[in-house]
């Protein structure tokens, strides 16, 4: 990175990089996969690292709203899928902290940036899972909102963070499913119970819409990012394709959207809904969402708990070291 920022003060080494760049962009327009020895330019490596961590970010502070009610949820059966979902989210937080790593940064200075508050992490789990529906519109419509974005991703140019997303898609699928379901029982139990899964509903559609984040016109990264092929739709392409996914397994569950704008469109074959609030939006985003703090709060918490667990490991690994080297020594002798 430091020696392509050189390079601007030094013609013949900036021809180099622009010959190396030209190379680069040949091997994305084939569809070779970048690997992390490769040569790559030093803003991809910047792109990525920032995408793939604030992504790693998203699922571990993604477990808390729903960590919230595993003690709550209201059978055996309810209890372990929400456990397992929450651990998924967990396993997929390690494997992006470890694809980001490929590109020569560290986690604990990933981590760093997310409890100092400076990465940012996806504004949905910025908002509070008030009933037991939540677990069930989260589910369904933020693991939904999730699968639409990273499929694509699965072809990412970037070899380890497509890898990496091919085994969270699969578990995010089961996710949507448990959620969908979850919505589906309310939605044929009490009157009382569908009034829930409305009200969830209500929270969580224009949140879920904003997780795609801001429109074409405002998308700072999209042009870049998709040239290089790491992102393969616009954000307004993909939240499009949620749209029309989501209102018809809504309409099935026998709920309304809080869109009065919400309309099919028989030209398009698309849904075509009301504007966005993206003042709301860019406060999340700025800190100042409902559980910015708590969801911060918690997280500096669980880092300062859990720092002698890390202690531990590394003096447990320290020692296998140096046990290990001895015996080597021993048997070498
Ligand atoms: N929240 O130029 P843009 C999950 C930021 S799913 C917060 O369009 P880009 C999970 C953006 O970072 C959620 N910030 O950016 C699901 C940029 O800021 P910086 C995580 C947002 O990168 C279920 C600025 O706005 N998924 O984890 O081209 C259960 C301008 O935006 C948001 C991913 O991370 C937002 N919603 O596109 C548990 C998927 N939207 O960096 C867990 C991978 C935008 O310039 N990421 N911003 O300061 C992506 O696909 C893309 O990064 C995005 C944004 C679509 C999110």
Known sequence: MYTQALNTLDPQAAAEDSVLEARF??????EEKIEPNDWMPAAYRRTLVRQ???????EIIGMQPEGNWITRAPSLRRKAALLAKVQ?????????????????????????????GKAKYSSIFNYPTLNWAD???IGWLVDGAAIMNQIPLCRCSYGPYAR?????????????????????TLCR??????????????????????????????????????????????????????????VPQGHFLGLTFPDPDLAFDE??????????????????????????????????????????????????????RQRQAAAWRVAAE
């Open 189 to 246: 139990g009490t009157p009382e119970q569908k009034a829930m899964a409305q009200d969830a509903l209500n929270r969580w559609w224009w949140p879920s819409l904003m997780m795609f984040g801001p429109s074409d016109t405002e998308s700072v990264h999209s042009g870049q990012t998709m040239a290089w092929k790491i992102k393969r739709f616009s954000n307004d392409e993909l939240r499009q394709k949620f749209i029309d996914a989501t």
């Open 52 to 58: 793939i961590s604030q992504h790693a970010h998203s």
């Open 135 to 137: 677990i069930g519109a």
């Open 88 to 116: 998924d989210e967990g396993g997929h937080g390690m494997y992006l902290y470890a694809a980001a790593e490929t590109l020569g940064v560290s986690r604990e200075e990933l981590v760093e940036q997310l409890v100092s």
């Open 267 to 320: 030209a398009t074959g698309h849904w075509q809904h009301g504007e966005i609030d993206w003042s709301e939006f860019a406060r999340v985003v700025a800190g100042d969402g409902p559980c910015n703090r708590q969801r911060l709060a918690a997280k500096r918490k669980a880092e300062a708990d859990g720092a002698w667990v890390r202690e531990a490991a590394l003096a447990h690994a320290d020692k296998r």
């Open 25 to 30: 962009q040949a091997r994305i327009d084939a």
């Open 164 to 184: 990496a997303m091919i085994r969270v898609c699969k578990e995010e699928s089961f996710h949507q499913r448990q959620g969908y379901e979850l919505m589906l």
